[in-house]
């Protein structure tokens, strides 16, 4: 059989999947790149454990590293829906949120979620990055 992370040359896996979970990092459907929910991670993908605005922070990195693969950057990103663990952090998530997306223009909802676990937030994002043609 085939590898199954690639549907086609316009849809498929992107980044490592962790073996204990059932789905991909993110996934590119055409245009567009589909951002699992992600967590505040460093490089090494050890986990971030901090203030409200440093995992806020550290979250979009997350994302932005995940994207990179695509040549895609947070300019990229129309969409992100954020999870929060505590709707009291809003105003503090919301003030480092716009710090970290810079001048992107997107859409955004956010929402206090039970099942954020072992962190503040974490957030999915859909990216438009059109696939180059090929060659």
Do not use: C, W
């Not at 693969?69 to 809003?90: K, M, N, P, Q």
């Amino acid at each position: 059989m085939g590898d199954s992370t690639r549907k086609s040359d316009t849809h498929y896996a992107i980044g490592k999947k962790n073996p204990n979970l059932p789905f991909h990092p993110a996934v590119r459907a055409g245009d567009y790149i589909f951002v699992s929910g992600q967590v505040p991670k460093d490089e090494n993908n050890n986990m971030i454990s901090g203030t409200i605005e440093e995992e806020t922070l550290a979250t979009l990195k997350t994302i932005e590293r995940v994207i990179a693969h695509e040549g895609a950057t947070l300019s990229d990103v129309v969409r992100i829906t954020t999870y929060l663990e505590d709707v009291r952090d809003f105003g503090r998530y919301n003030k480092a949120f716009l710090e970290g997306i810079g001048d992107a223009v997107l859409a955004r909802t956010t929402v206090e979620a039970r099942a954020v676990i072992n962190t503040k937030i974490e957030m999915d994002a859909i990216v438009y990055k059109p696939l180059a043609p090929k060659a």
